[in-house]
Structure formats: C-alpha cells, structure tokens
C-alpha cells in the first residue's frame, strides 16, 4: 500500500518568548493529518491558525514540539535529509537573495539538492519558459515585479522535481490575468502527479482547484474532507459562509 | 545525500561565495590591501625605520606576519558573519535550510568561504609587503597551518556571531570592542618580551597572541611562546567553536523558530 504524501499525528508546536512579554503561544493543537499521494489539497484558516507553522515543520524551518511527521512514509525524526528531498516550498514571504540573478537563484537551489550544474541550468531553462521569466533570468531578482518574484519562488521550489509541492500563499498579490496562468500551471504538475498542498486566502482559489479541504482554527483542525462533500454537507452555502462559520469566535454574521 | 550530491552542494556553495568576494571586489578584498599598505608605510617605514631590529630582523620584518595575520583574521570574521547574517536577514537562509544538506556541510561551506577570502586577502597583503621588505620563510608547512587554522577559527567565529545577532549592529559589535582590541594587543607591533609585567603576563591570555606568535615563527623562526602551545590553544579554541556551531545547528538556536 502506497504511503500518504503528508501524514500528521498529534502535531503540537508551541512557541515560547523569553524577556519582555514573555509567554507561550501553542500553534498547532495536535493536529492529525493525512494526505494521499496526487492529491490538490486546500489547507485553509484565518491568520495565525497554524497553516505557515505547519508547513515550516515539514520543511525543517520549525521545529515541532511533540507528535509524528511522516513525508512519503519516512519520519522527520529519523531521516530529515531524505524526507526534505521529497519537499519543494514556495513560502509566503520572499526569501531570496535580491543581489543573484534569477538564473543562479533557480540553478543554486538545484545543487544544494546535488543537483550538477549542467543538469541544473537545463532544468531552469524549462522551468523558466513554462513559468514565463526566462526572458528575466539575467535579471537581479530585486528587480522583478511581484508576481514574477513568485514565479521564480515556484521555478525553485520544482528545480528538483519534488513529489509534494507546498504553496503558502502563493498568489497573493497577483494580478487576476497571472493568478489565472498560475493556477492552470498548478492543475497541470498536479495531473502529472505532483502532490499539492496549497494555503491561501482566496477561498474561491481552493474551491476551484482542490479536491480535499482542511480547515485549520487556532492550532486545531475543524475539517478535513473532500471539497464536494463539505459544500454538499453545508446545502447552498458558500466555501466562505461555512469557512467563518467554522473559524470564527462568534457565529453570529 | 548521497557522497556525490553533497560534494555538488558543497561546489554550488563555494561557488556562489568566490563569485560573490569577485563581484563586490573593492569590499570584500581591496580594503585589507589598502589598509595594510599604510600600516607598512607607517609603522613599518616612517616609524619603523627608527626602531632597533628585533632578534635579527628588521622592524618591518618583524611586523609583516602579524599584519599578514590581523587580515587573516578580519576577513575570515567579517565575511562569515555578513554572508549568513545577510542570508538570515533576506531569508534566503531558507534556501540551505529545507535542502536535503546536512547542518555540518552548511558549516563546511561558510568556514571555507572564509578560509578563501582570508587566504586570497592575505596573498595580496603579501605582494604588498614585498614592495617594503625583504620575505623570509623558515617553515612554510608552519605558516600554512596556522593560517589555515587561524582562518577556520575566525570564520566560526564569524558564524556563531551570525546566528546570534539579531540586528547588523549585532554583527559590528565583537568585531569592533572585541576582535579590534584583541589583535592589536595580540603582539603584531611588538615582542610581549618588551613588556613590563603585569602586561606581559595578561598578554598570555589573549588567545590571538598564539595564533600570531605561530604564524611568525613561520615566516621567522622566531616566537614568544611555545610553537605547540600555539597551535594547541588555537585548535582548542576552535574545537569549542565547532561544537558549539553544531549544537546551535542542532538546537535550531537563531536559526529556527
């Protein structure tokens, strides 16, 4: 039997201030997760919910509290090096060098996965075209618009051709046009069988694109099921009405 | 990883410092080149010129591997801590983070960022002493070793500074009141022979006084203090570097939430 892409058990992070305003915050509440491998799957929430802690515990940029993290059947805890390769993120905040030129951008993170240059720079190409900012690849990325900076975040986090690409926000201040080209490129890698796992604002964007939900509220998952059954469930309301409805203090418009 | 694929992350980040010390040139290599020149026009010289040799050796001889040392040092400190801390600040230290990269190749690769600028820094420095002094070199397996070592040393330190400093004063600070300080009462200009006790005494605990000492002897034959004491202080001190470098790493201490 095939292993889940992403398997979550009990995950707990809490995250402690020392000093002025010292405390803790508790992120994820022991959330439980599975998703299978091919699967478009939206994780939504409110800010703060737990989304971007979430997923930096499955790159490594958080460290978990306590629980079980498996990527394509392999724990974090006994083999983080293998489960990243399996990884490709595109964060929600940019976070490249604004000196390199968005070629080396693209072309180092393929060699930090041992990727060879040569191999590297004919991967880029490619990726550069599909994504429509190979006529920018000399360009220093500071000098890129919004929208191509993410472009060139999502040609890096596919350099190595992971089996999971995670996507926080990836069209967040994107233009409708692009946010359109963006989202046909996304449906296209995950027919070729990339598993997706996106988190976004635009409910209209996980609805249209995803064909399972989970809906994550101050650190706890309120649901998890396919995208179809959940708007079934809740009649001829929409994806938004029942997303305050489950995430909101008061339910009460 | 497999052996290979760390062997090409290791190139990738090599690559992208020597490209980078290259391409912002005139901060990275030109200015140790010009400040040494003045200290040997200077100290080695104006001044120097004045002054009685020292157990044979002319001032200027005397000077030239503590000045070859001092941008040794200062290249190794200053390009560590502003590549990982410029990293951490534009975030693209994510970028090596999620990589499949174990934490002691991501040190490797900083450390030996390090060792080349100060090695690249400190070849020019030599050409430019040459232009004022006649080079001897008694031993040069000595002066590599604890060039080398000294390097190593300095680019840990560099990066422990990296990880802890929360804001670029963070990584201004140690260089400044504590490295400055440090490397010029480090025995460059002067044999701790000459010094009146206690001084002499309290030299012996600055740890930069070794690496100096060893590095002369190298390029001299000639030490205040024991060769092997040197180069047994300056690996200690690195030692304890590493580890804590690794356990920083480890602990995800200033680099992860």
Sequence with gaps: MQSPAIELTNLRKTYRKSGKGAGETEALKGATLSIPQGEFFALLGPNGAGKTTMIGILTGLVVKTSGEVKVNGVSIDEDLSLAKTYIGVVPQEFNFSLFENVQDIVVDQAGYYGIPRDEAIKRAEVLLKELGIWDKRKDKSMALSGGMKRRLMIARALIHKPAILLLDEPTAGVDVELRRGMWKFLRELNEAGTTIVLTTHYLEEAELLSRHVAIISKGNIVANEPMKELLARHGDKKLEDIFLEMTSDDPTP | ?257
């Design chain 2, 1 to 257: 990883m497999s052996t290979n694929a760390m062997i090409v992350a290791f190139y990738t980040m090599m690559r992208k410092e020597v490209v980078r010390i290259f391409r912002i040139w005139s901060q990275t290599l030109l200015p140790p080149v010009i400040t040494t020149s003045l200290y040997f026009a200077i100290f080695g010289a104006f001044i120097g010129s004045q002054i009685q040799p020292i157990e044979g050796f002319s001032y200027m001889q005397f000077i030239m591997p503590g000045l070859v040392m001092m941008t040794v040092i200062t290249s190794a400190y200053a390009h560590v801590s502003s590549a990982f801390f410029s990293a951490k600040f534009m975030k693209s230290l994510e970028e090596l983070l999620v990589s499949p990269m174990p934490h002691w190749l991501i040190i490797a690769g900083f450390v030996c960022a390090g060792v080349i600028r100060s090695f690249l820094v400190s070849v020019l420095v030599i050409i430019v002493a040459l232009m004022f002094t006649h080079i001897t070199i008694a031993n040069m397996f000595i002066i590599l070793a604890a060039g080398v070592l000294t390097a190593i040393l300095f680019s840990l330190a560099g990066l422990l500074n990296g990880i802890f400093a929360k804001g670029f004063d963070g990584i201004t600070i140690i260089p400044n009141f504590v490295l400055t300080p440090l490397t010029y009462l480090g025995g460059i200009f002067y044999s701790i022979e000459l010094l009146p006790e206690p001084f002499r005494t309290l030299s012996l605990g600055n740890p930069i006084l070794y690496m100096v000492n060893a590095f002369r002897h190298g390029f001299l034959g000639i030490s205040d203090v024991s060769l092997w004491v040197s180069f047994g202080i300056t690996g200690l001190v690195t030692l304890i570097l590493l580890l804590l470098t690794l356990w920083s790493f480890s602990k995800g201490t200033g680099l992860r939430s």
